[in-house]
């Protein structure tokens, strides 16, 4: 039987984490057979720690990682990916934004052969300003890095162990794991879905992380900065 680990990024995600375990044990976990859930606490400042630990003392199939200081979100998903052991790997944000049963609807493209799948925001929920924010990224990825990036964009997949291999081989500091992922060229399919408002918590996904995502995005995947500079010169 197939393993399917769920990868969540944790950072500041306290008030989040118990509502979110409930839901999938709610609609998802009894259906996916043999199943982990990668919690990474990527430098949280408040007690996510502790509510992972006890979330894991219900749960024998739930695996705690904890990282010395925060690295960011992409890096703490690589760190979910290097230690899980399931055949395939799903992300799972952890703000309740996006409905648990996608997962199924991604492990369902994963059993049809599909060794990445992208869940593309088809709509949203969110403020203007964030919409905007995120459509100026995403504007900015496809036509100076992938043109292939959804307009809605994604930050949530699905990828196989052949991926992850790949993936960790690559051994990425400071770029965008998404990117990584689009770009291992393994055969893909695309999942749509809305995007519901953020309901509990805050958001801790600052404007200064966007400009360095945009930035590393930029020098790891795109040649835009050096024939910018080669121009200039």
Request: proline residues 1%; glycine residues 6%.
């Amino acid at each position: 039987m197939s393993k399917i680990s769920i990868i969540v990024p944790v950072y500041y995600n306290s008030d989040t984490l118990e509502l979110l375990y409930e839901d999938m044990k709610e609609k998802i976990l009894g259906k996916l057979g043999d199943y982990e859930i990668v919690f990474v606490d990527d430098g949280s400042g408040d007690n996510s720690w502790e509510v992972i630990q006890k979330i894991a003392s219900k749960d024998k199939n739930v695996v705690c990682t904890k990282l010395s200081r925060n690295f960011g979100e992409h890096a703490a998903i690589l760190a979910g990916i290097s230690v899980c052991t399931g055949d395939c790997a799903v992300t799972k944000q952890a703000d309740l934004q996006e409905d648990s049963t996608l997962i199924l609807d991604m492990y369902e493209s994963w059993k049809r052969g599909n060794k990445v799948v992208l869940a593309i925001r088809e709509s949203r929920d969110e403020s203007a300003v964030k919409k905007f924010f995120a459509g100026c990224y995403y504007w900015l990825v496809r036509k100076t890095i992938n043109k292939d990036m959804p307009q809605g964009g994604c930050d949530c997949y699905l990828v196989d162990r052949k991926a992850i291999e790949v993936l960790k081989l690559m051994d990425e500091k400071n770029s965008s794991l998404t990117l990584q992922v689009m770009w291992v060229g393994f055969k893909t399919e695309k999942i749509y879905f809305h995007r519901k408002d953020r309901e509990v918590g805050e958001s801790r996904w600052t404007l200064g992380k966007k400009i360095k995502l945009v930035v590393d995005s930029m020098m790891s995947f795109s040649y835009f900065p050096i024939r910018c500079m080669a121009t200039l010169g």
